[in-house]
């Protein structure tokens, strides 16, 4: 059953064909990166030729601010900026200082490759952020320059997480993409380095998003098999979800050193607890990660419809939806599949 607008009551239950409610957004303020992750912006097919989105297209901070609302009042509780690399988006503070004034919101967070965050952290903080991930593959600084496309510097990175951390965002989640043969060698030394910090290392699956990073089964390290590695030096024991639509398995180590995280999108795929809208840069509302087309807000946007139009759109598009991409995927011949995808950094992960 999918909910209905009501003319008189403001907030909206809206769920989707397979009964999943609208909860979790993910805004993407930019297209563009200062890095080049082989597994989401590979640099030989986004070099200097590459046409990222001009200024002009990105929505501004206005038009961001009345989406987020919107998609507020339709049920929309957790809000996570993200790009491209969201730190090079000018002024990001102000953005998020009006995001976080929008009643309803319960959780404001943010994902960046930590790059430019030591000097930002503190205005992050101020403008009102609740939560930072940061991402990191390795902490061999070898391995980290091949993963960040040989633009990274490791020590920007450990900088930034004793900024963040002074800066009052504790704790934070630290995502680690594990491709075999790349940085699958390094898995225990960050296990060893973030147990006992407090901060919740999390491991991804390596994904085939977009259509650029030559993904095969091949290079997919499940978690089971890094739950195993771990547990042999480090005991782990399952712990429950903090919430059902929570994506990451949570486990603890035995010892009592910490938490840490699994996010199993390709072998144990979750796409019925999948609560989850993208909005891009440029204003496309996309259902899933893996979708080939989004719904253009910009025009809507700009046509000066009003705010009750905009709100049925998003409510439409929403109950049609029916993304199940990650277990189709497993269902058929493993990444067989051929439509062409919206990119990674398009949308933000
Ligand atoms: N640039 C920021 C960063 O890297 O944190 C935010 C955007 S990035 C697209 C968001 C997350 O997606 C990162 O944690 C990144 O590691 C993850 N990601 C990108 N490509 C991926 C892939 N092919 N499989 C799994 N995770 C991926
Ligand atoms: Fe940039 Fe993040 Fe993609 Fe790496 S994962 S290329 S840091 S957007
Ligand atoms: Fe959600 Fe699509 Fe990922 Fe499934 S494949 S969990 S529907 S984003």
């Avoid at 020590?155 to 075999?180: E, M, S, W, Y």
């Avoid at 891009?280 to 080939?292: E, H, I, Q």
């Avoid at 995927?329 to 439509?339: C, H, N």
Wanted: aromatic share 8%.
């Amino acid at each position: 059953m999918s909910g209905q607008i009501s003319p008189t009551v403001e907030k909206t239950i809206v769920l989707d064909k397979a009964n999943r409610l609208l909860q979790d957004l993910r805004v993407s303020v930019i297209d563009r990166c200062n890095l080049r992750c082989p597994y989401c912006m590979p640099r030989e097919s986004f070099g200097h030729a590459y046409k990222f989105l001009n200024p002009n297209e990105w929505l501004t901070f206005e038009e961001i601010e009345t989406l987020v609302r919107t998609c507020v009042d339709l049920g929309v509780r957790k809000v996570r900026l993200t790009g491209g690399e969201p730190l090079l988006r000018p002024n990001l503070p102000d953005l998020i200082y009006s995001l976080k004034k929008i009643e309803g919101i319960e959780d404001l967070a943010l994902t960046t490759n930590g790059i430019l965050l030591a000097g930002l952290a503190g205005r992050l903080r101020e403008s009102g952020l609740d939560r930072l991930t940061i991402s990191l593959d390795s902490f061999d600084e070898d391995v980290f320059k091949k993963m960040s496309g040989g633009r990274g510097d490791l020590r920007d990175v450990l900088r930034a997480i004793d900024c963040a951390q002074k800066a009052g965002f504790f704790p934070l989640k630290i995502n680690c993409v594990v491709q075999r043969g790349k940085n699958d060698h390094t898995i225990l030394d960050m296990v060893k380095h973030f147990r006992n910090t407090g901060h919740i290392l999390r491991f991804i699956e390596y994904m085939d998003v977009g259509n650029q990073n030559q993904w095969n089964f091949r290079y997919v390290v499940g978690s089971d098999e890094i739950i195993s590695r771990i547990h042999k030096q480090y005991p782990l024991r399952l712990l429950e979800r903090n919430y059902s639509s929570e994506t990451s398995e949570r486990y603890g180590f035995v010892d009592g050193s910490g938490e840490i995280g699994f996010v199993s999108s390709v072998t144990k795929a979750f796409c019925g607890f999948c609560t989850r809208l993208r909005l891009s840069a440029d204003g496309k509302f996309y259902t899933c990660l893996f979708a080939n087309q989004g719904l253009d807000m910009r025009p809507i946007l700009r046509n000066r419809i009003s705010s009750r139009s905009v709100k049925e759109t998003i409510h439409k598009m929403w109950m049609v939806r029916n993304d199940h991409y990650s277990e189709t995927r497993l269902r058929d011949s493993v990444g067989q599949i051929k439509t062409k995808k919206v990119e990674m950094f398009q949308i933000g992960g």
